[in-house]
């Protein structure tokens, strides 16, 4: 059975920090990419960036290049998503996924496994 449990959401002030976790279980973590998405409140879930699981390649969008850094660490089943100079408009809640893709990264329906979400709200 797969489980994927993010953590580290919460509330921070315009312009600070957040590090989400991604704790991974039940699948060959190494073979899979990892992605997150987020979704706010009356928008459709978005794709916010990848790391590919053959070579960690990574994917952004663009709303978040140079702000945010996704990174993975197979030997610890994680995937984590360092969000810095956060703002308003990255309010949502962020879903970590998996997926065996290699190519279409920022497509949702490439993943298989999804999280329960956890909330990021930044305010002023």
């Known amino acids: 059975q797969v489980q994927l449990e993010e953590s580290g959401g919460g509330l921070a002030q315009t312009g600070g920090s957040l590090r989400l976790s991604c704790a991974a279980s039940?699948?060959?973590?190494?073979?899979?990419?990892m992605g997150w998405f987020r979704q706010a409140p009356g928008k459709e879930r978005e794709f916010v960036a990848a790391?590919?699981?053959?070579?960690?390649?990574?994917y952004y969008v663009d709303s978040v290049k140079g702000r945010f850094t996704i990174s993975r660490d197979n030997a610890k089943n994680m995937v984590h998503l360092q969000m810095n100079s956060l703002k308003s408009e990255d309010t949502a809640v962020y879903y970590c996924a998996a997926g065996k893709a290699l190519f279409g990264l920022r497509v949702s329906q490439k993943y298989d496994y999804w999280g329960q979400g956890t909330q990021v709200t930044v305010s002023s």
């Open positions: 039940g699948l060959t973590f190494s073979r899979n990419t």
């Open positions: 790391v590919r699981w053959s070579d960690s390649s990574t």
